[in-house]
């Protein structure tokens, strides 16, 4: 059977030299003669791709040469304003490329050996859950302050929320919130979640899904920026909750998908959707406020009265600092009055 980062040869007792797997580090190699482990500096000595032994093995005995990759943590973390060589891009795609080839064999050979030649379960959970969430993530909630009716996920079931001609008029937001009460009410898991990392206060899935080094992207209690701005050419309305960002990477891209029903009172209403952005200094100080809109949505003749279902995706790039401390929350602004209900968030980091 042929592997991506397995090699076994059988010694013919002439040759004390063989060929590894490619590797980044000579600790991500591990060795075993007849299935018993072999210690590097001791038993064996590595120059680039070539392994040579201290002792000639004897005919007939069973070398394995494997890669076993770090999946602990990224080998790469990027800074801002560093420069982006070569060596440290492949280095950074080397990593995952090397994770996902290990994780073909684990599952083509059936298991992970140990350093004694025998099955280690540990080695397969733990590769298998680092890899799973070295990269991109996400969590699912639908703890929306707004949203008394329905269940996350189950249904889409929504409270209507008014949006007024006033506020029309006057080209007002109306930002959406969060709250720990309704996320807990909610965010209920109906599918039968076995996990013991599971936490149902950090979503719908509990946290599970969220990238290496990030245990929470929602903020249901935040109070920081929750009150309305009434003046100036940017106004929206008071809301508790946030997005949270604090434990991204600049590089690091934030989709959003917002999911809500609307109710059109006038014909051919246009609808803009966003996500309200405030980035902040290192002192929690507001920096810039924006809207990242997406293409508006238009209700045309007929429209009115009815019921429309809609799943918007909005996206923004963590650029810098003071996008990783930023506030931010899903938003709609129309041109005449319009019910919404405010359903479920998604909200995905891709690395």
């Known amino acids: 059977m042929a592997f991506y980062s397995i090699l076994e040869y059988t010694a013919t007792g002439g040759n004390n030299q063989f060929t590894t797997p490619p590797y980044i580090d000579t600790s991500h190699l591990l060795v075993t003669k007849d299935s018993v482990g072999q210690v590097l500096g001791d038993d064996y000595t590595i120059n680039g791709t070539i392994l040579t032994f201290t002792v000639t093995p004897t005919i007939g005995s069973a070398i394995r040469i494997q890669r076993k990759s770090n999946p602990l943590g990224r080998l790469v973390d990027y800074t801002t304003g560093a ?19 290990e994780a073909l064999d684990l599952q083509a050979e059936g298991g992970y050996p140990s350093a004694s030649g025998e099955q280690n379960a540990a080695d397969i959970a733990t590769l298998q859950a680092d890899i799973s969430n070295l990269g991109s993530g996400y969590e699912f909630t639908g703890g929306f302050e707004d949203r008394v009716n329905g269940q996350s996920g189950a249904n889409d079931l929504g409270s209507n929320v008014q949006y007024t001609q006033t506020q029309a008029d006057g080209g007002v937001w109306r930002r959406f919130g969060f709250d720990t009460a309704r996320q807990v009410a909610n965010d209920i898991e109906y599918w039968g979640e076995t996990d013991p990392a599971f936490d149902q206060t950090k979503g719908l899935f509990g946290g599970l899904y969220m990238p290496e080094g990030i245990n929470n992207l929602i903020d ?132």
């Open 220 to 351: 249901f209690s935040d109070t920081s920026l929750s009150a309305a701005v009434t003046t100036g050419d940017l106004q929206y309305t008071a809301a508790n909750g946030s997005f949270d960002m604090s434990q991204c990477a600049v590089g690091d891209r934030i989709q959003v998908r917002f999911s809500f029903n609307v109710v059109p009172h006038i014909a051919n209403s246009t609808l803009e959707v966003g996500l309200i952005w405030a980035t902040r200094d290192s002192n929690n100080n507001v920096t810039y406020t924006f809207p990242l809109t997406t293409q508006p949505i238009f209700y045309g003749t007929g429209t009115q009265g009815q019921a429309y279902l809609n799943r918007v995706e909005m996206s923004a790039y963590i650029a810098s600092a003071e996008d990783v401390n930023a506030r931010a929350l899903p938003a709609i602004r129309c041109d005449n009055s319009i019910l919404i209900q405010p359903l479920t968030t998604l909200i995905t980091v891709i690395r």
């Open 83 to 101: 420069g982006f060589s070569e060596k440290t891009l492949d280095l950074d795609s080397l990593q995952a490329f090397y994770l996902n080839q």
